[in-house]
């Protein structure tokens, strides 16, 4: 068990729950918090006893994603930064996805950016309350979408569908997210514990090396471009981070302002 720091590990009845546990920050993702999240993967990828996984953010929302403040201060060296950050996201990704147990994700508040939405669609199944909101948001900042999500979010929501949502950065509300496939289903907020931990149980109590195989089957199909996709990902995110755009984008939403970008 892992009971303190920016990632959580809670053992019971064959289910390893994983808790993102910086709410200060709306859970958001620094190299910090994305060490520990790999080292928690992958302690529960070396456990027999586990037979699936909860994936949960602690405080009142998932994630927000990248953690906005912290970028900002980086300054100049921040496309320097962001390339061991876009590294650790994509080993914490990849984690899931090549977990050979089932991940069920709970969903609450917002997932948003690349590491909310790149964990979204690395899960097998998601879950998320009646009022839980879901966004992109990587082009609002100025920087690209990653966390796999070029190559997963369209697979699974469809083409135009995706571009829509990474283009735009609308908000996706839990009733259009379980509509378009963006997760499993929805359900009233009061009883999205009760409806993850039921489904955990459900697959913790399966046949471990047929679900394993099913698992490892489906996510075949969307091997080639998941993983070809991640390099891109992380070159573009480094890049564009260097431009005076991005760290407009970043100051504009710590300011709690509409960011105005001049393509620089």
Known sequence: MVGEGPVLLIYGEGIAHIQLNRPETGNGFDVDLMRQFQEVVMQVHGDARVRSVILSGNGKIFTGGGNVKDFASKGAELPHYL??????????????????VPVVTRV???????????????????ICGASARFMAGATRVGMAPDGGATATLSKI?????????VLTNRIVDAEEAERIGLVTRAVPDDQLDEAVLTVARQ???????????AKRMMWN?????????????????????GTADSMEGLQAVIEKRPPVFKGH
Request: glycine letters at 12%; hydrophobic letters at 50%; charged letters at 15%.
């Open 83 to 100: 390339r061991m950050a876009t590294a650790y996201l994509q080993i914490c990704v990849s984690g899931l996805v090549n977990l050979e």
């Open 157 to 165: 929501v469809g083409f135009r569908r995706a571009m829509d949502l």
């Open 221 to 241: 199909g969307l091997a080639r471009g998941f993983e070809s996709a991640l390099p891109d990902e992380a070159r573009e995110v480094a890049a564009l981070s």
């Open 108 to 126: 609450h508040g917002f997932a948003a950016g690349g590491a909310g939405l790149g964990l979204v669609c690395a899960s097998d199944i998601v």
């Open 203 to 213: 697959l913790a109590a399966g046949a471990p090396r047929a679900q394993s195989s």
